[in-house]
């Protein structure tokens, strides 16, 4: 689990296909960091999260699967491309974002970048099939950053980013007609599933009625 709380940004140095799959090597600046970083660790890269499975000095690889591909952006990284980066939180980090898996629900398009003063709004596609998980001033993961949702609409939303993360992560690369990796909250994805299991499960029970019974042989 992470907090979307970005550590440092790294740079794809490898990129090698793999049966279906990728093989990244990605290095980090941050050495104090990633200081013991271990095989079969969890990182978290542009929000996805991958294991790693070799690393050296200064760098890790990662084996990034069908699956992965299918609804991450992590497919069109290339050499030289920048990532964020997170490793997993523990038990006594402080979460100063919010509970974050780094199970990307899907990948979308930045529509606008707008400048405001001391800070950018950032506006986004709103897939359909996701809207049901998503509220004005909730949380949000783009490319693994936790941001709060400013402004919601039926097919679009904004987010704030205030001058520190956009200096310090790679949201300062972004313009309309990018990609990103989307995450919605794991609390609000909760609620959702059991307002749908509850409002079945009314449905069916208002069939059993008194008429049904005699109909039955009761």
Not at 51 to 61: C, H, K, M, R
Request: glycine share 10%; net charge negative; hydrophobic share 45%.
């Amino acid at each position: 689990m992470f907090t979307g709380i970005i550590k440092d940004v790294g740079r794809v140095a490898g990129v090698v296909q793999r049966q279906g799959g990728l093989r990244l090597r990605v290095q980090y600046g941050n050495a104090a960091e990633f200081r013991n970083l271990s095989i079969d660790e969890s990182v978290s890269i542009n929000g996805a999260c991958q294991t790693v499975v070799a690393l050296g000095d200064g760098w890790f690889e990662v084996d990034t699967v069908e699956e992965t591909l299918l609804k991450t952006t992590l497919g069109s990284l290339r050499h030289g491309a920048l990532v964020n980066l997170e490793r997993a939180v523990r038990p006594l980090d402080r979460l100063g974002g919010h509970f974050v898996l780094g199970h990307v629900d899907c990948a979308s398009v930045v529509q606008a970048v707008r400048e405001l003063g001391s800070s950018r709004e950032l506006w986004i596609a709103l897939p359909d099939a996701f809207s049901p998980f998503i509220v004005s001033a909730g949380s949000i993961t783009i490319d693994g950053i936790s941001l709060t949702v400013a402004k919601l609409e039926a097919e679009l939303f904004a987010v704030a980013v205030i001058p520190f993360t956009f200096a310090h992560t790679t949201i300062n690369g972004l313009k309309a007609g990018s990609r990103v990796n989307l995450e919605f909250d794991i609390l609000g994805k909760y609620v959702a599933r059991q307002l749908k299991l509850s409002s079945s499960s009314v449905a069916i029970d208002s069939k059993i009625d008194e008429g049904w019974l005699r109909e039955q042989g009761f």
